[in-house]
């Protein structure tokens, strides 16, 4: 192929050409061309066989070799509005001080509505968080022969921790095996790994060590390897497990309001809102067999995973949470809890550069010093993002102006 040919190959339209032709697959573009050629040249083909315009997805603002490790086939971005709630004071284990929370999101009413939230928080003196538990999970599953089989590799598991602990750790500088915890049902057996990824979200991590725990169990044992996840982990997914025993980082932010202040600036009284919480977020979700507790704390919590550069898909698991309100002493106590907040300031779309741009608001892009601590911050800013949420959702349902709102604001 000859100097021009290459030139030939990197012009949009010829590549475009090429796939329309079958010689090329768009998957194959990369190859042909630098990453914005071949996402124009993608472009180019599905807006001849679809009859989209596609200028707005193709008018980005950085350059598309900085997301080759986040998506294939690359044709553009989709742009999310991005607004900042607060500054909210925060009394964090990890975080500390005012913050502006930055949320991406359609939905017209959310950002005011949180804003007003972190407002009443800070006027109350800020609020409190604390990661309770980390804990990225991964759960192979393994075929035995019987419950004699299960039984012995339970055992041999509990005998032998530290030595799948090391296969595990030998695949990475960053993770750390807390602890494995085995599952029976019938002749499968399900094996619980649990890793400390610091500020790495770590999903990938986990699996990555887990396999090469895997081959160990395999090579002693008379285990099977079915496959490397076993959906006892539980990634992606609702599942009890890990509302009960946590899963990423175990998040909680909590408030008292003083009765003067609910008043004057929610429109209603703390004991309207601890009833309102009992009924609605507690016997209401009771009633409905819901995992979350909550009046919408996955609002919040997907704004935060879109705008950080979060997994958009753990927010099923994110939203795993528990508010409770209760008077004290004429005063609101309200908490959030998140039990399986899975989050990280490393890697994933956190190096995409919007994203990076938004984890800089808030002070904790990249590592931590010590390790662990700018995602455990983020944790604490999400969990009183939610908290602010919950609060003015809860206040505006209580006084009865919820449907006034969103007409003032024409949402």
């Not at 779309?349 to 995602?375: F, H």
């Amino acid at each position: 192929m000859t100097d021009a040919d290459d030139a030939s190959d990197a012009d949009p339209e010829s590549l475009a050409e090429r796939v329309r032709a079958g010689d090329l697959r768009l998957h194959e573009l990369d190859d042909h061309a630098d990453a914005d050629a071949a996402a124009a040249a993608r472009r180019l083909v599905v807006e001849g066989e679809t009859d989209a315009s596609l200028e707005s997805i193709g008018n980005y603002g950085f350059p598309a070799e900085r997301a080759e490790s986040n998506i294939e086939n690359m044709l553009g971005t989709v742009q999310v509005p991005v607004g900042v709630a607060g500054p909210v004071d925060v009394n964090g284990g990890a975080a500390d001080g005012e913050a502006y929370l930055p949320l991406a999101t359609t939905e017209g009413a959310l950002l005011a509505s949180v804003n007003r939230g972190c407002s009443v928080l800070s006027r109350a003196g800020g609020a409190n968080a604390r990661v309770l538990k980390s804990g990225m999970t991964r759960a192979p599953v393994f075929r035995v022969t019987d419950v004699v089989e299960a039984e012995a590799l339970v055992s041999w598991v509990r005998d032998n921790t530290d030595r799948l602990a090391e296969a595990a750790e030998s695949t990475t500088s960053h993770g750390e095996v807390l602890d494995v915890t085995p599952y029976v049902v019938g002749n499968s057996v399900y094996l619980r790994f649990r890793y400390d990824t610091k500020d790495a979200m770590g999903m990938n991590m986990a699996t990555i060590a887990t396999e090469a725990a895997c081959d160990v169990v395999e090579s002693e044992t008379a285990a099977e390897l079915v496959a490397l996840s076993g959906n006892l982990c539980t990634d992606k997914k609702p599942a009890a497990i890990n509302a009960v025993e946590g899963r990423g980082r175990t998040v909680t932010a909590d408030v008292t309001i003083p009765r003067e202040v609910v008043e004057e600036r929610l429109h209603t009284t703390p004991g309207d809102i601890a009833e309102l919480n009992t009924r609605k977020n507690l016997v209401g979700s009771a009633k409905a067999g819901s995992l979350g507790f909550n009046a919408h704390v996955a609002n919040v919590v997907a704004a935060m995973f879109l705008a950080t550069g979060q997994d958009e898909a753990q927010v099923v698991e994110g939203a795993n949470a528990i508010t409770t309100a209760e008077e004290r002493d004429g005063d609101l106590y309200l908490s959030v809890s998140l039990a399986s907040l899975e989050v990280g300031t490393v890697g994933g779309g956190t190096k995409l550069p919007t994203q990076s741009e938004a984890l800089d608001v808030l002070g904790i892009r990249g590592g931590g010093d010590p390790a662990g601590s700018n995602a455990d911050a983020l944790a604490e800013y999400i969990a009183v993002g939610a908290l602010a949420g919950e609060l003015s959702l809860l206040s505006a349902l209580a006084s009865r102006h919820l449907s006034s709102a969103h007409a003032e604001l024409g949402r």
